[in-house]
């Protein structure tokens, strides 16, 4: 299709492994972005730091009948599929094929008891030959249940062959998972949950069975009688898992032990339960009888419902939940002990992920905000503003490379990745850990690592961690809109600055000219600042970038001295972005990197004193660290924002090869990873390209053909100054080479907001 | 159904919220033929807890001065005394003498005189489209209820002017047997010392306590693109007029209502500092937050195309907590945070035909109010009152319409009221206090 062909340039010059990316990733963005102008338009492909993303047509799955999406128009793919509306949340569950080999098929599996029927027209599936390879997916519409053979982008399933198809009466599937530890040749476990509350194990690979095996859990609704909200395996014990409910409750089921339901002496009571321990809301529960019986345990937590939870790793140290109340807490798993609590800006917490190494938990929900949460350091790392709605799933990225800073490239020197420099990122990762910690982080680690650096064995540079980035996070919404977000040591750091180099990369609000631009009033109202604490240990590179912006941030510096306000606030609102702002443009252009800095500095100026007034103000709770203001922590931009899908997304996760989406529609899209061939025909264009200034113009060049910037694709709106940012970034491009060591990230930081700071800033400053 | 039904809710309230005890009555209302665009929004209104008090002291005080007025307003403080004084907690009330009065004050053209709607042009179609157009509805009886406490102040204070010398006896006498008359003595005493304000300063800003509920201030600040020079220009607003777009929740919609604009071309602004007309940017941010936050969201939109209304059925949707991004830098409590209280829903894919209900929250739980039914929410279930994920509703032949519509109820008033409602309002009346004394 045209996508594809409008996309081919840009696919030598995206997926680059090599560190010296920024410039010609920004510009393959660019590139990409071109082809897709239109409002609205969905994406096909979208642009990371690693490379180019892209969906693959072929393996999107989804109910038999429908079209897939991208052959209707768009109203109409929507209206035929009402069902989903009101149906329970799309959700997406895998079975890893690792532990997993098909089984023979067979014809249907007589009807379990309960509220589902099998299977309508054709036969279940044989299995095809090379069926054994294959992961399983299972995904949920409205009251149907589809289990199919997934390849990742190889996938090309014969969506009229499910490996199994139920479809539920009165209740719907809400949320399910495999127990990937009990899967064996032709055997697996799946967990459903229901809207009615209910919990069924099957196994949809077993079609042997006269009677297929299938467990009830709350079937009479005794226990629960609310919708379930999501199922865990407990790590490390594949016959225990936890449910949670509407009702705010948990529950610990174990298989070993009898299914039915405790109150099987006819009284229509709740369970007697047992106070085990309490705390500050929330409370759990045990049995007081010798005789285990499920739910082996209840969890009451928070108010409304807990709309997730999870585990901090393969250890079960840790578990944390998200609940309607807007509480993330974390609690201790043993010992049922509350050890950190975070609320958000305002409204529930709709999801949560742990990073791979169990540090940090991201949030999203009703605030339209990412948040990370540092759980060793108890507070908030940052908060990342991009999503128009509510987010309704956050994931770390575990398999994207960490790699990659300027100043390796800059430097010239780009060593070769040793299990050393892994040994001791991972060291150094998991050094703060105290007792309470994880350590889980170790192992996760390394693996991640090693594959980075094999990945691309010249990026990782042993000798700086200082902006390095950590983490990757993926976010999608109920605004059909993916967002990738990286996450750097620095942000991590007490002292961080807001230098954020890959979240400030993509500045959207540029389209002044555009009305109807939704993303520009995000910088404007919310100032970018830097945490309360920046002053507080500020190194010697701080100062001497204080020294540089000086002149700049002097005018901000009084701005909340009352009769001063209008005026200095209308400075710091056209200041900051002053680089780009008609009159201002051309003096700054002759200084890019001061302008760049300066906006940095007005930033960072700014806050300090914005957070000691705001702070008064504060009500206990709100302003606390459980909630800080919104001036009080650094609010990050994404790398990447797309529209992905007509509908509000549910599903995100990433895996090894792919990163699949799902929307609330029911069709589950699956994007190829910048592919390592694209890697290597990367490392040839880039090494030329790091070579010489003049061939790293190339893509810029084409960045100024056309001038659609990054920012077109969240904001559409195309200011023509493009064309001169773009050059801009040549110019930092020079200027940084010479800058090349330690502290030249700060000047790679204000290359990118120069690059990337809108041309009319105004909407970007203050 | 109605017995039934009200014997269920009843059941369901005595078991949920036995812990507590406030003694909220829920009494649907009777639709008089069209008329639920009037009993969405006196149920809303009955559930901001600001407004009923206002209202029924007013009651109160009209009780107590004998004084035996007839307007829109002592229906509207009737009908809530009815309601909130019935012995069973559920039930049905007919607001007859409240529809009565409407009717009877406006005749056949509702609510042309509403100053706050900007109708222009469209105002005539305004009429065809959707006579009973519940925001309308709001902002007309909020702007009547100013003006008729506005009246009564003007004369009152005409008479303490004539009476000029009794004026500081009357005062006292006013305050000692109210506050001992009523139970909420913190309610009484502020209502009385803004009585006592009133007396002083009304004379350059006439605000009622609907200001004081409702009101905020929007700072519009424009710069200059030639001179540099910012200026701006406080507006107060009872309820903000939203425009909405497809799935994207409350949060975005204000950003984007804050938004930067460059006024060009023919909008070119006049600037003073340059003496001419020059280009210039232009946005509007909240600088006082209302206690209670009105938000309308424009879901009827004229197009063109079709030469008509259409309804906006986008799903938008609203958390139950709510902060402003969009404040000015130097707004007070520019980071309160605000509950949800009550909503206004629009049901029906089109404006002219259609239904209007109300879900409140109240103690601890959701209700919705379908004219005379009222039943029980499940706050999770609040989701599917956001509107439709689908794009389709505009494109669609008129045909097709039945299907979306059964999804079409989306949210139309969001009634969110500031957090500490009640620890910040005495602190405010002292303020109001001390300044009277100043004056």
């Keep these: 299709m045209m996508q594809q062909h409008m996309l081919g340039p840009s696919t030598s010059l995206g997926g680059n492994n090599n560190s010296a990316l920024q410039s010609s990733v920004l510009s393959d963005g660019v590139l990409l972005s071109h082809s897709q102008p239109t409002r609205e338009e969905i994406k096909k492909s979208f642009v990371a730091e690693d490379g180019v993303y892209r969906i693959v047509q072929s393996a999107e799955l989804s109910r038999p009948r429908p079209l897939p999406h991208y052959q209707m128009a768009p109203g109409l793919g929507a209206a035929a599929n009402q069902i989903a509306f009101a149906g329970s949340t799309v959700r997406v569950s895998f079975l890893n094929a690792a532990t997993n080999s098909a089984g023979t098929p067979d014809t249907a599996a007589g009807s379990s008891s309960f509220y589902e029927k099998k299977e309508l027209n054709g036969s279940p599936t044989r299995l095809e030959d090379n069926e054994d390879a294959a992961d399983i997916i299972c995904f949920n519409v409205g009251k149907e249940l589809y289990v199919y053979a997934y390849r990742g982008t190889q996938t090309d399933t014969d969506l009229s062959r499910p490996i199994d198809k139920r479809v539920y009466k009165g209740t719907s599937p809400t949320y399910h998972i495999f127990n990937q530890e009990t899967s064996g040749t032709g055997t697996c476990q799946l967990v459903i949950g229901f809207t009615l509350g209910q919990l069924q194990i099957i196994d949809p690979l077993d079609k042997t069975t006269p009677v297929p095996t299938s467990k009830l859990y709350n079937e009479d609704r005794y226990i629960d009688k609310t919708s379930v909200t999501c199922i865990r395996f407990l790590p490390g014990d594949s016959n225990i898992f936890l449910a949670s409910h509407v009702s705010g409750n948990l529950y610990v089921y174990d298989e070993r032990v009898s299914a039915s339901s405790s109150s099987s002496n006819g009284s229509s009571q709740p369970p007697p339960w047992i106070v085990q321990n309490e705390g500050e809301k929330y409370t759990t529960y045990g049995w007081k009888s010798k005789n285990p019986r499920n739910p082996v345990t209840r969890w009451q937590i928070g108010e409304g419902s807990i709309h997730q939870f999870n585990f901090s790793g393969p250890d079960a140290k840790m578990m944390a939940t998200v609940s309607h109340d807007g509480f993330l807490r974390v609690f201790m798993y043993e010992t049922q002990e509350l050890i950190a609590v975070m609320k958000s800006y305002f409204g529930g917490l709709l999801t949560l992920a742990w990073s791979p190494d169990a540090k940090l938990i991201a949030t999203g929900g009703e605030d339209d905000l990412l948040t990370v949460y540092s759980v060793v350091q108890k507070k908030v790392v940052c908060r990342g503003q991009a999503h128009k709605s509510w987010i309704s799933q956050v994931q770390f990225d575990p398999y994207v490379v960490r790699r990659s800073k300027k100043d390796s490239e800059s430097n010239g020197i780009a060593p070769t990745t040793t299990l050393d420099d892994v040994s001791r990122e991972v060291t150094m990762r998991s050094g703060p850990s105290s007792s309470g910690e994880p350590s889980y982080g170790i192992p996760k680690a390394v693996s991640t690592l090693s594959k980075s650096s094999l990945a691309s064995s010249n990026t990782i540079n042993g000798t700086q961690k200082g902006d390095e980035i950590v983490y990757r996070i993926g976010s999608v919404g109920h605004d059909t809109f993916l967002c990738l977000w990286d996450i750097t040591n620095d942000m991590l750091n007490q002292s961080n600055h807001r230098r954020h180099r890959n979240s400030t990369i993509i500045a959207p609000p540029i389209g002044l000219d555009c009305p109807s631009n939704q993303m520009m009033g995000r910088l404007e109202d919310l100032p970018e600042i830097s945490p309360g604490g920046a002053g507080g240990s500020s190194t010697a590179s701080d100062s001497q970038h204080n020294t540089l912006t000086q002149n700049q941030s002097a005018p901000q510096e009084k701005p909340k001295k009352k009769r001063f306000n209008r005026k200095a606030f209308g400075l710091s609102k056209f200041t900051s972005g002053g680089s780009s702002n008609a009159s201002s443009s051309g003096q700054r252009t002759n200084t890019l990197s001061g302008a760049g800095t300066s906006s940095d500095g007005t930033r960072r100026n700014t806050p300090g004193i914005t957070s000691q007034i705001s702070c008064c103000k504060e009500t206990r709770l709100l302003g606390s660290t459980f909630c800080p203001g919104i001036r009080d922590v650094p609010i990050i931009e994404p790398l990447t924002c797309k529209k992905v899908s007509h509908d509000r997304l549910t599903v995100l996760e990433f895996r090894k090869d792919c990163v699949v989406t799902a929307c609330q529609e029911g069709f589950i899209c699956t994007w190829s990873r910048p592919s390592d061939k694209d890697d290597m025909k990367q490392e040839g264009v880039n090494s030329t390209a790091a070579a010489t200034p003049e061939s790293e113009q190339k893509p810029s060049v084409s960045a100024t053909a056309s001038s659609y910037g990054y920012g077109s694709e969240m904001s559409n709106g195309i200011p023509p100054s493009r064309s001169s940012s773009a050059y801009s970034n040549h110019e930092l491009q020079q200027l940084r080479s010479p800058n090349a060591t330690s502290p030249s990230y700060r000047v790679a930081a204000a290359s990118t907001s120069a690059y990337h700071r809108p041309t009319y800033a105004w909407q970007n400053a203050n | ?439």
């Excluded at chain 2, 609040?382 to 949210?411: H, L, R, V």
């Design chain 2, 1 to 439: 159904m109605g017995a039934n039904g009200s014997s269920q809710l009843e059941k369901e309230i005595s078991t949920t919220d036995s812990v507590n005890t406030t003694n909220e009555h829920y009494y649907g209302l009777v639709n008089f033929g069209n008329t639920c665009y009037c009993n969405s929004v006196i149920q809303a209104l009955f559930f901001c807890r600001p407004f009923r008090e206002r209202i029924l002291n007013y009651k109160q005080t009209l009780k107590k001065s004998g004084a035996s007025k007839d307007n829109l307003v002592t229906c509207l403080a009737d009908l809530f005394h009815n309601i909130a004084n019935q012995k069973r907690r559920v039930g049905t009330i007919a607001p007859k003498r409240f529809i009565t009065k409407l009717k009877k004050e406006n005749g056949n053209n509702l609510f042309t005189q509403n100053s706050y709607f900007q109708l222009s042009k469209d105002s005539e179609l305004f009429d065809n489209y959707m006579q009973q157009d519940a925001h309308e509805f709001f902002n007309y009886l909020l702007n009547t209820i100013s003006e008729t406490l506005i009246t009564e102040k003007k004369a009152e204070r005409e008479k303490t002017l004539r009476h000029g010398t009794i004026k500081k006896g009357n005062v006292t006498v006013n305050m000692a047997p109210a506050t001992a008359g009523l139970q909420r003595d913190d309610k009484t005493g502020e209502r009385n010392g803004i009585t006592v304000e009133g007396n002083d300063f009304r004379n350059s800003t006439e605000t009622t306590w609907i200001h004081e509920i409702f009101q905020g201030i929007l700072t519009n600040e424009t710069r200059c693109l030639s001179c540099e020079t910012v200026s701006s220009k406080d507006e107060n607003f009872l309820d903000l007029s939203i425009d909405v777009e497809q799935n994207t929740s409350i949060t975005h919609c204000l950003r984007v209502f804050s938004e930067t604009e460059t006024l060009c071309g023919d909008q070119k602004y006049f600037c003073e500092t340059c003496s001419s007309k020059q280009e210039a940017q232009k946005r509007m941010r909240i600088k006082k937050p209302p206690q209670l936050l009105a938000l309308h969201l424009k879901r009827f939109k004229y197009v063109d195309s079709l030469n008509r209304h259409t309804k906006l059925s986008y799903r938008v949707v609203f958390p139950l907590e709510l902060r402003l991004f969009n404040v000015s830098d130097d707004a007070e409590h520019g980071d309160r945070m605000y509950d949800l209280v009550a909503t206004v829903v629009h049901c029906g894919a089109t404006p002219n035909r259609g239904h209007y209900i109300t879900l409140v929250k109240s103690n601890s739980f959701w209700l919705v109010f379908d004219d005379d039914i009222v039943e029980k929410l499940d706050v999770s279930s609040m989701e599917e009152f956001s509107g439709m994920s689908t794009d389709a509703n505009i494109q669609m032949p008129p045909g097709n319409q039945s299907a979306p519509q059964k999804n079409s109820e989306s949210a139309y008033i969001l009634f969110y009221q500031a957090r500490n409602y009640a620890a910040d309002n005495p602190d405010h009346n002292h303020k109001s206090k001390n300044s009277t004394h100043s004056v």
